[in-house]
């Protein structure tokens, strides 16, 4: 089991909230399950822990880091495909039940037993409690919508996940963190919300390739529904047999 720590004297409505929505999403395999709560009175500030189920093999951003080898990320494209979709079988239970992850990345993506699971829901409110910032913590730049950029104060949306996953569409074929070699986070919102993106890895199907482009668009009325992409995945699978990235 996981554990994630929080304050019990300070338990506020917005916690409440997110334990709603855990219990409500529950029922998933491609969710981190949510067991249940405990405290600890040893320890100081009453604190209190989030039980979770056990990734045993651990998140999506150090399982593509251990596949590069003297310096050459490799994945088969069956592999690929079946990790993206489990992706998207997870989005579309959070969103039918009218969840917005918000700060969904490769670390907040993890694997038990070969299962794909979306967790890190600390950050996830109901639609019209998405209000954020360009300075609110734990926002990673890298894969967060350019709206947040743009606008002063921004409502997150279903088409703000589509975004994240678009980069982490790439992420799949890179194998390495988006923008690895930028300067700072200032310089880097201001890049992408001017349309910055990474470069597509020599490769990989121009048919992928077109989708988490569509993906993430700066504009969210262009980006494709999540049915969309499932089914242009689905598409995809005899596209290719297996993705390299020379890694510099």
Same mark, same amino acid.
């Not at 338990?11 to 709603?20: C, H, M, N, Q, T």
């Not at 919300?193 to 569509?214: C, D, N, V």
């Not at 005899?238 to 020379?246: D, L, P, T, V």
């Given at each position: ?6 304050? &019990? ?20 395999? $491609? #969710? ?16 209190? &822990?989030?039980?979770?189920?056990? +990734?045993?093999?651990? /998140? ?11 310096? *050459?990320?490799?994945?088969?494209? *069956?592999?690929? @495909? ?13 969103? %039918?039940? =009218? #969840? ?7 670390? /907040?993506?993890? @694997?038990?037993?070969?299962? @794909? ?21 734990? #926002? ?16 997150? $949306? ?22 690895? =070699? %930028?300067? $700072? !986070?200032? +310089? ?7 349309? !910055? ?11 992928? %390739?077109?989708?988490?482009? !569509? ?5 969210? =009325? !262009? ?5 969309? #992409? ?8 005899? %596209?290719? =047999? &297996?993705?390299? $990235?020379?890694?510099?």
């Amino acid at each position: 089991m996981m554990l994630e720590k929080g304050e &019990m004297q300070n338990f506020d409505y917005f916690e409440f909230v997110d334990l709603k929505q855990r219990i409500t999403v529950n029922n998933h395999e $491609n #969710i981190t399950k949510f067991l249940g709560i405990t405290a600890d009175s040893e320890i100081p500030g009453n604190e209190y &822990m989030i039980v979770l189920q056990f +990734a045993n093999g651990g /998140n999506l951003k150090d399982y593509l880091r251990s596949k590069t080898h003297e310096d *050459t990320f490799t994945i088969l494209w *069956t592999e690929l @495909i079946q990790i993206a979709e489990q992706i998207i079988f997870g989005l579309q239970h959070l969103h %039918a039940n =009218k #969840i917005v992850h918000r700060n969904l990345h490769p670390k /907040n993506i993890l @694997i038990n037993d070969d299962k @794909i699971m979306i967790s890190g829901f600390g950050s996830a409110w109901k639609f019209d409690d998405s209000l954020i910032s360009l300075f609110e913590e734990g #926002i990673t730049y890298e894969y967060s919508d350019p709206q947040i950029f743009i606008q002063t104060r921004f409502i997150s $949306n279903t088409k703000s996940d589509i975004y994240s996953l678009g980069v982490i569409l790439w992420e799949l074929t890179s194998g390495i963190r988006p923008f690895s =070699k %930028a300067l $700072n !986070k200032l +310089a880097l919102a201001h890049h992408i919300s001017k349309g !910055k993106r990474e470069q597509t890895i020599p490769g990989t199907p121009s048919s992928y %390739a077109k989708l988490y482009k !569509k993906c993430w668009s700066t504009k969210p =009325k !262009k980006r494709p529904e999540l049915e969309e #992409i499932l089914h242009q995945l689905q598409q995809s699978k005899e %596209a290719a =047999k &297996m993705i390299k $990235n020379h890694i510099s």
